[in-house]
């Protein structure tokens, strides 16, 4: 069989993995990480624009996120947005920059994040399954329209469980991951 036959199948299994890593990018640990703004945009002459890309975004302390605008007007225009979020920090502002202080997570908001992390691993392992269940049902159509032969299906259904593996162990590293970020203290 052609390995080009696998490649679609392939990128729809990372894009699954890219769409878990950017989810779990927003589920904040115990440090500050300035991903949790991606999904924050503000009002920039009528387009939606991401923060950081009207303000310089840095993380002077573990626990601190400095949001300094380019334009002083964006000031309040950030920081409303930022507490309509659900990131769940109140920003202090000092009329230059924005200052988010995360508090430590305590031992039950720990154990709520990793019940979190793990649901969004789950979710992704369900989606990379529906892939294998239509990419394998796309096979079987073949087979029967005469276009690939018993043999050739009895390949594709074994290389097709076996991208399936990969990506299902690659999603448990990285809830594994994330969770011991999380346990962190």
């Given at each position: 069989m052609d390995k080009e036959l696998y490649r679609p199948i392939e990128e729809k299994m990372k894009k699954t993995i890219n769409v878990l890593k950017d989810n779990l990018a927003g589920i904040r640990a115990g440090r500050a990480n300035p991903q949790i703004l991606d999904k924050i945009t503000i009002d920039y002459y009528g387009a939606p624009t991401p923060i950081q890309q009207v303000a310089t975004v840095s993380v002077p302390e573990?626990?601190?996120?400095?949001?300094?605008?380019?334009?002083?007007?964006?000031?309040?225009?950030?920081?409303?947005?930022?507490?309509?979020?659900?990131?769940?920090?109140?920003?202090?502002?000092?009329?230059?920059?924005?200052?988010?202080?995360?508090?430590?997570?305590?031992?039950?908001?720990?154990?709520?994040?990793?019940?979190?992390?793990?649901?969004?691993?789950?979710?992704?392992?369900?989606?990379?399954r529906a892939i294998r269940?239509?990419?394998?049902?796309?096979?079987?159509?073949?087979?029967?329209?005469?276009?690939?032969?018993?043999d050739d299906l009895k390949d594709a259904e074994k290389d097709i469980q076996n991208l399936t593996d990969k990506f299902i162990a690659e999603i448990d590293r990285i809830v594994e991951a994330k969770d011991k970020e999380i346990m962190e203290v």
């Open positions: 573990a626990r601190v996120i400095l949001i300094q605008p380019w334009e002083a007007k964006l000031l309040k225009d950030i920081e409303k947005e930022i507490q309509k979020s659900d990131i769940g920090i109140n920003p202090n502002n000092d009329g230059k920059m924005l200052r988010l202080v995360f508090p430590a997570l305590t031992e039950e908001r720990r154990k709520e994040l990793t019940k979190s992390v793990k649901k969004e691993g789950e979710e992704a392992k369900v989606a990379i269940r239509d990419s394998i049902e796309h096979m079987k159509a073949k087979k029967k329209s005469s276009e690939i032969t018993e």
